[in-house]
């Protein structure tokens, strides 16, 4: 398991010469997201933050390997890297599908991004990422999706509290659907795995945060 970053991965393929989409997804992120764009070998790669996360997205765009019309189609396979260590916690998993969600929206920015420069037109109201912002669905869904981080902050916290009362007088609580209470040496043995986790979790985001700086 990468401690580091969580990995995601998706591809799409696009009606399209190579050189066309390589500009259009150069477009598309650069003046939609602000990251910072670098050339690779094989397509391009972006920097940025998504969801207070460090992210690094790396396009492979190719030529269809295959088929009478692979001229004119191209492969795009995204490959998101994103730092798990943020200002707002440590992700150990994907709440809600957030970051795929975000490749999605991505590859239809690329399909947009293509059909703007086919058509020569410059409506940014049809701009997937506008659209997302304007729906009041994606108010709801980042809503709850802020509302489940920090639910899930404060029961890390209340179970670290209940690690440090239960090393100390050996009775741990555990909240949950069934809560739990455990006594003896047992309590104390699993609130000192609990602690340590805690530490090493608290230690990877501050390791992280002096590699930005």
């Not at 602000?34 to 030529?63: L, M, V």
Request: charged letters at 20%.
């Amino acid at each position: 398991m990468d401690w580091k970053y969580k990995h995601f991965h998706q591809e799409r393929v696009f009606a399209a010469t190579r050189d066309f989409v390589l500009e259009a997804a150069r477009t598309f992120m650069d003046e939609s997201l602000g990251w910072r764009i670098t050339e690779t070998a094989d397509g391009i790669t972006a920097e940025g933050y998504s969801f207070t996360h460090r992210a690094i997205a790396n396009f492979h765009i190719q030529t269809a390997a295959s088929g009478a019309s692979s001229d004119s189609e191209t492969v795009v396979a995204i490959e998101l890297l994103v730092e798990r260590a943020g200002w707002r916690g440590f992700m150990l998993f994907d709440v809600g599908g957030y970051y795929d969600i975000q490749i999605r929206k991505w590859l239809d920015g690329i399909q947009w991004s293509i059909h703007q420069k086919l058509t020569g037109s410059n409506d940014e109201s049809t701009n997937p990422l506008v659209l997302a912002q304007n729906r009041p669905a994606a108010y709801i869904f980042n809503g709850c999706l802020v509302f489940i981080v920090v639910s899930f902050a404060l029961y890390l916290l209340v179970t670290f509290i209940c690690a440090v009362v239960g090393l100390v007088t050996g009775h741990l609580f555990l909240l949950g659907r069934s809560s739990l209470i455990i006594h003896g040496i047992w309590a104390r043995i699993l609130s000192a795995l609990i602690l340590v986790f805690g530490a090493f979790l608290v230690w990877k985001i501050k390791h992280s945060g002096s590699e930005r700086r």
